[in-house]
């Protein structure tokens, strides 16, 4: 029995009779919680929690089920998950292209006018015509209005033929810095974009009113709760985003704990961004800097050491090594922790170097790499050396592996998301899901994909580097808190820390690796109070 230090403190909560699996080292298994004002009082057998029961204390029998600690997101875009749900054409589920013009016509004739059209979810490897929409393509859906469409993994875009006309890209445009304008044979636009080439575009398309921010927030938390999420990294900010996230925190909006970070560079842009000011409430907390290395690798535009399978494309670098030391000088030098997207080798390398070059963190902060997708085992160890915190997403292997099918060659489709290895390695590993680049980013659903290695047709990708089902339950909750530096609070259910958890809808123990996705969540609670109840 693992309890607080007064014993005669009475519970408001009390849960009893499952099996709980509390990720805290001194009383790893129990079977009951109790809580008192927003804090777990004590984790131990049920006649102890309940005899800790005040009068009007709620009783919640478990009969069996798991109870882990909230789930934690560690690479999410909140914002853009709610954008999906509040205000743009969602295209995760198109599996073609005239089931794509169809939505989109459907969409424009909601919304009358020569306004702009902007969706989000496309993937190629599942439409029947195997390739990407082009200008052409939105063209014929929507006429002459301006439209964009991003690809599921946020690298690739399309506009279209007006949009390209208002953005001023032409057959004598160059390619921005770290970004690429396709063209066609005669040199002509064809539509696609990739990486900061996409902003020539998304610079002309109103962003979302302050009002809108907060509702797609909102909507996307609403969404995390019900699959038992109760903190998150929110991997990209804007300083007028995080405005917004501050005056939620002061108005006690968040009903999920949020890990800011903020932008260092605005996304297709080339403006620095000043240090953001440091923040920690209970449910806000703003001290990490966010930049981006390379591309997508499910849209082939990670930065690789080889060719893809598919083409001679190497990817793209969006910042070389001595980029990421000059934009990463400041911010290290004022204790801030940096996390960057680097999910290629060759980027990887480049964000190693830069990492070693700024040497120590005065504060004691650990950096992180977000995604890591492609290390080979020298990166690992140079990393394990550095004290990185990887921040993998083994959800992509189930939602995105037949991309990395398509376009990996082999000697790199055997290291994807290598967890295991990052483990052994000695890193410290915190998953998530990058929604919403993908559609299901239930932390179930990716501890499943990091114990079995499937991906959608059921092929295992580098089976071998398959975790045990503590393993990513660990990272999905401690590993998440001790990665955005809320350890103190958070990440396990022990005595004194927040009373964040997740009811889940069976033994989780006793359910077989490939159905662990379909577990569910029964109730999610935050500070000792229910969040969500199905």
């Keep these: 029995m693992r309890g607080t230090a007064s014993s005669r403190a009475t519970a408001d909560l009390v849960l009893t009779g499952g099996a709980v699996l509390t990720q805290d080292p001194a009383c790893p298994r129990a079977t009951a919680v109790a809580v008192s004002a927003g804090r777990v009082l004590a984790v131990g057998d049920d006649d102890a929690v309940l ?13 069996g089920r798991t109870v882990v600690p909230g789930f934690n997101d560690a690479h999410a875009h909140l914002w ?9 054409v969602d ?3 198109v ?18 006018g020569d306004g702009w059209i902007v969706g989000r979810g496309y993937n190629e490897a ?56 396709v063209r066609d044979a005669t040199g002509a636009a064809t539509g696609e974009l990739h990486e900061t080439a996409m902003g020539l575009v998304t610079r002309l398309v109103p962003e979302p009113t302050d009002a809108e921010l907060e509702a797609m927030v909102l909507a996307a938390m609403r969404h995390q709760l019900r699959h038992g999420v109760t903190s998150s990294s929110e991997a990209g900010l804007t300083p007028g985003q995080l405005a917004v996230y501050r005056r939620m925190d002061r108005e006690r909006k968040l009903p999920v704990r949020v890990n800011a970070m903020a932008l260092r560079r605005p996304i297709g842009g080339t403006t620095t961004f000043p240090l953001p000011e440091r923040h920690e409430s209970d449910f806000l907390r703003i001290d990490s800097i966010k ?14 050491s080889v060719p893809y399978r598919h083409c001679e494309s190497h990817g793209l670098l969006r910042l070389d090594e001595a980029e990421l030391v000059e934009l990463c000088r400041e911010p290290h030098a004022a204790g801030l922790r940096i996390g960057v997207h680097a999910i290629g080798d060759a980027a990887i390398d480049a964000v190693l170097g830069a990492f070693d070059a700024l040497g120590p963190s005065t504060a004691g902060m650990r950096h ?14 140079r990393a394990a050396r550095l004290g990185v915190i990887a921040v993998p997403q083994t959800i992509f292997l189930q939602a995105l592996g037949v991309n990395f099918r398509r376009y990996l060659p082999d000697s790199l489709l055997g290291r994807s998301y290598p967890v295991r290895e990052m483990l052994e390695s000695g890193l410290l590993v915190a998953l998530s899901s990058d929604a ?50 809320d350890e103190r609070n958070r990440g396990m259910l022990a005595p004194g820390l927040w009373a964040d958890l997740a009811v889940l809808g069976g033994d989780l123990l006793a359910t077989p690796a490939e159905r662990v996705g379909s577990v569910g969540v029964d109730m999610t609670i935050v500070a000792g109070r229910v969040a969500h109840e199905r």
């Design 51 to 63: 005899a800790m029961a005040g009068p009007r204390a709620r009783r919640i029998e478990l009969a």
């Design 80 to 88: 853009k998950m709610g954008h999906l749900m509040t205000g743009l």
């Design 91 to 93: 295209l995760r589920e």
């Design 95 to 112: 599996e073609s292209l005239p089931q794509l013009r169809e939505k989109l016509q459907s969409f424009a004739a909601g919304l009358p």
């Design 126 to 181: 599942v439409m029947a015509e195997g390739r990407r929409p082009l200008a052409t393509d939105l063209d014929e859906a929507i006429g002459h209005r301006p439209c964009f469409l991003t690809r599921t993994c946020g690298h690739i875009g399309v506009a279209s033929s007006r949009a390209l006309t208002l953005a001023g890209i032409g057959a004598d445009t160059p390619n921005p810095p770290g970004g690429e304008i």
């Design 291 to 304: 930049l981006l290395a390379d591309g997508g690798l499910s849209g082939a535009t990670a930065a690789l």
């Design 368 to 381: 992180r790499i977000e995604h890591f997708g492609l290390p080979h085992p020298g990166q690992l160890a």
């Design 436 to 485: 919403p680049v993908v559609q299901n980013d239930a932390p179930l659903m990716g501890i499943e994909a990091a114990v079995t290695r499937l991906d959608s047709e059921g092929v295992a990708i580098a089976r071998e580097q398959a975790v045990t089902l503590e393993q990513a339950l660990y990272a999905y909750t401690r590993g998440g808190a001790l990665a955005s530096g």
